[in-house]
T-cell receptor
Framework: AQSVTQLGSHVSVSEGALVLLRCNYSSSVPPYLFWYVQYPNQGLQLLLKYTSAATLVKGINGFEAEFKKSETSFHLTKPSAHMSDAAEYFCAVTTSGTYKYIFGTGTRLKVLA | GVSQDPRHKITKRGQNVTFRCDPISEHNRLYWYRQTLGQGPEFLIYFQGTGAADDSGLPNDRFFAVRPEGSVSTLKIQRTERGDSAVYLC??????????????FGQGTRLTVV
């Protein structure tokens, strides 16, 4: 079975600072990994995905994530935070041949002026 | 995209509610998730075509979902309880035996049971 752990339910950064949101996964087979963002009263929007191609994945709004098999990690980064990045971020895992998307508990990002 | 109706529903305890989801037309998989405050989406049920391939996430027999023609799905909750209050998310994806793509989510239906 797959699982996802997101370290830090709340993260605060200053505007212009580096954003780092952590995600570790567990899977007995090669995973597909996703980061979603959720704004208040909205559904989940895909930021980026890893599907066994390049290990460094670039997404929308300047976000990127690196798949590290040895560390079972898929951390999300952005070089310079913007006020509009304030939202909740979810990491999710699935695998080929399965169907469930398993989500972490989320990290709420706060951007300070 | 995926559309859900209604966006908000307030109901009295004991009443039945029905939510509708219209997925992306070419997608073959449809999911229902439930999300409570401060938590990630929790899997409820998954459809491949018209049949429920896995309903293991449905909390009890008050919850029921159908997808009769392989496109639109409805989720029904009978005799609602306060603990059913949550956001119910629908998602769809296009997948084959070899690979999964990302799931696309609707904006959700917020259920409040009073």
């Amino acid at each position: 079975a797959q699982s996802v752990t997101q370290l830090g339910s709340h993260v605060s950064v200053s505007e212009g600072a580096l954003v780092l949101l952590r995600c570790n996964y567990s899977s007995s087979v090669p995973p597909y990994l996703f980061w979603y963002v959720q704004y208040p009263n909205q559904g989940l929007q895909l930021l980026l995905k890893y599907t066994s191609a390049a290990t460094l994945v670039k997404g929308i709004n300047g976000f990127e994530a690196e798949f590290k098999k040895s560390e079972t990690s898929f951390h999300l980064t952005k070089p310079s935070a913007h006020m509009s990045d304030a939202a909740e971020y979810f990491c999710a895992v699935t695998t080929s041949g399965t169907y469930k998307y398993i989500f972490g508990t989320g990290t709420r990002l706060k951007v300070l002026a | 995209g995926v559309s859900q109706d209604p966006r908000h529903k307030i109901t009295k305890r004991g009443q039945n509610v029905t939510f509708r989801c219209d997925p992306i037309s070419e997608h073959n998989r449809l999911y229902w998730y439930r999300q409570t405050l401060g938590q990630g989406p929790e899997f409820l049920i998954y459809f491949q075509g018209t049949g429920a391939a896995d309903d293991s996430g449905l909390p009890n027999d008050r919850f029921f979902a159908v997808r009769p023609e392989g496109s639109v799905s409805t989720l029904k909750i009978q005799r609602t309880e306060r603990g059913d209050s949550a956001v119910y998310l629908c998602a769809s994806s296009l997948a084959s035996l070899r690979r999964n793509t990302e799931a696309f989510f609707g904006q959700g239906t917020r259920l409040t049971v009073v």
